[in-house]
């Protein structure tokens, strides 16, 4: 079992930048792969990020490539999600997910086991 909490979230302006992070349960955290998520009110989920279990293979959406880094810490058993140059559309709730049966890592939703709870990111204009 694996409990993921999330944190970093609140309200920006556009054009400011905001960290998040999310702290993961368990000693296998350094064998999964993580991702980051967003939804936004009356759309789908969507991918943002993810990053393998070393940290050395690392994806992005479109939308946020060049103004958002994903990044882990295996020591402290916690992802991050740099968001540099926000705009108002990246204004969502941010989940970060666990993937234990893949070390390297995926871009698709449906194959991750584990969620956290969510933070808020508002960005105004």
């Known amino acids: 079992q694996v409990q993921l909490v999330e944190s970093g979230g609140g309200l920006v302006q556009a054009g400011g930048s905001l960290r998040l992070s999310c702290a993961a349960s368990?000693?296998?955290?350094?064998?999964?792969?993580m991702g980051w998520f967003r939804q936004a009110p009356g759309k789908e989920r969507e991918f943002v990020a993810a990053?393998?279990?070393?940290?050395?293979?690392?994806y992005y959406a479109d939308s946020v490539k060049g103004r958002f880094t994903i990044s882990r810490d295996n020591a402290k058993n916690t992802v991050y999600l740099q968001m540099n140059s926000l705009k108002p559309e990246d204004t969502a709730i941010y989940y970060c997910?666990?993937?234990?049966?893949?070390?390297?890592?995926?871009?698709?939703?449906?194959?991750?086991?584990?969620w956290g709870q969510g933070t808020q990111v508002t960005v105004s204009s």
């Open positions: 990053i393998s279990s070393s940290g050395g293979i690392t």
């Open positions: 997910a666990a993937d234990p049966a893949r070390k390297y890592g995926t871009t698709n939703g449906f194959l991750y086991d584990y």
């Open positions: 368990g000693r296998t955290f350094s064998s999964y792969g």
